[in-house]
């Protein structure tokens, strides 16, 4: 049974992924990220012509929320795809690097297609061996 609190943040994640900008790739991303005192920070792709100011989903939504104060990450839903072909997907190794500084090894990344398909990933799963100045 999926619990409230990740339906929320599908939802939210739904939501932000109708603001994406992706004129180039036609492929949109919507971001929910809950922060440890319950609040949600939503983000969507955001695209350049010059393409490589093109920032994702995720790192929108972690810039948003670190510039508002936040530090404290428990959980970020994910929504990918053409059009209306959402498809379970994982963040890219940059905004997973972002997710390093940020983020405890429990940190959980929910890559949703709805309510009934959905995958949840531990961040420790995902980036075992991020860099940092050691
Ligand atoms: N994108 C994201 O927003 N998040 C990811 O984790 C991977 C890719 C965006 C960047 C670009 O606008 C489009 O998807 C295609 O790469």
Known sequence: MINENIKDLIDKAIKARKNAYAPYSKYKVGAALL???????????????????????????????????????????????????????????????????FCKEDFEIITAVNYDEYKIYKFKDLLPYAFNLK
């Open 35 to 101: 922060t440890a005192s319950g609040k949600i920070y939503t983000g969507c792709n955001i695209e350049n012509s010059a393409y490589s100011p093109t920032v994702c989903a995720e790192r929108t939504a972690f810039f948003k929320a670190v510039s508002e104060g936040e530090k404290d990450f428990l959980k970020m839903a994910l929504v990918c795809g053409y059009d209306d072909n959402i498809k379970l997907c994982t963040p890219c190794g940059v905004c997973l690097q972002v997710m390093a500084e």
